[in-house]
């Protein structure tokens, strides 16, 4: 895929978040032009605090009810632990959507699995299986929107560099026992799973990712014989159907074309 992702910058996380809910809403009319559902995946760290921004909470446009919300990736931890991505979610995110209407339906693990991470790699799988492929067979499941972050290692979701989970290809949703980032045990959808989405959003802030930033989108391992980091592997792998969500800070001293508005 020759087709080049979107890079945009923005001064403040206010206009950030403003054009976030406009990329947001023409996502979800386009997932409502395909099947009348919006199936989304979330990864923690700073995107759920981001997502609740006025604009998106207090939308007349957002049809809560048909939101179908998955887990990026997720810490083999009770629900309620502190290191878990659903509880994140709930209390910066799901807790603020006005509660007078419908509500999105969400798919957190399963704690009873707990014990095993690949029993609930597993489980978390035959949810996506049910949801993507109730009636027919497929091979990968296809996200309307994928809303991810990038450590400052590069990793997103719990793919990390250099891991042999960046290898997976048949898997939707895998385990792993190894982490380089605690909690060691977690689950993750793979990349394939990833960049078979019809849109992806990755967000980053601060200038503690201007260095990351630079390896992802200015390093050409390909002449350069670098290690390509997984958040280019996404670029690499989806092309323009990538979008990142930047402030300037995160992205002073990158070359690549930024844009300022959708």
């Known amino acids: 895929m020759t087709k080049q992702p979107s890079l945009y910058a923005f001064p403040d996380n206010p206009t950030l978040q403003q054009n976030l809910y406009r990329y947001i809403l023409h996502a979800q009319s386009d997932a409502f032009a395909r099947h009348h559902k919006f199936k989304v995946a979330i ?108 450590g400052p290692d590069g990793h997103t979701c719990s793919l990390f560099p250099g891991h042999g989970l960046l290898r997976e290809e048949v898997a939707w949703v895998a385990a792993i026992e190894d982490s380089p980032k605690p909690p060691p045990r977690r689950i993750t959808l793979t990349l394939p799973v990833i960049t078979h989405a019809l849109k992806i959003a990755f967000v980053a802030t601060g200038a503690g990712k201007q260095e990351v930033m630079r390896r992802i989108f200015d390093t050409h391992p390909d002449t350069e014989g670098g290690e390509v980091l997984p958040c280019a592997l996404v670029n690499l792998g989806a092309g323009d159907k990538v979008s990142w969500f930047c402030d300037l800070a995160a992205v002073e001293g990158v070359s690549f074309p930024k844009k300022s508005s959708l």
């Open 43 to 150: 990864s923690g760290g700073s995107v759920p605090k981001l997502l609740a921004a006025p604009d998106l909470l207090s939308s007349r446009e957002i049809q809560w009810g048909k939101w179908e919300i998955f887990l990026a990736d997720e810490r083999a931890v009770p629900l309620t632990h502190a290191d878990s991505n659903y509880a994140l979610l709930r209390a910066e995110f799901l807790s603020k959507i006005p509660k007078s209407g419908p509500r999105p339906t969400v798919h957190p693990i399963d704690p009873e699995k707990l014990g095993d991470t690949q029993d609930l790699a597993d489980a978390y799988e035959k949810a996506l299986i049910g949801s993507f492929a109730a009636k027919d067979s497929v091979k990968l499941p296809m996200f309307d929107l994928l809303l991810l972050g990038c």
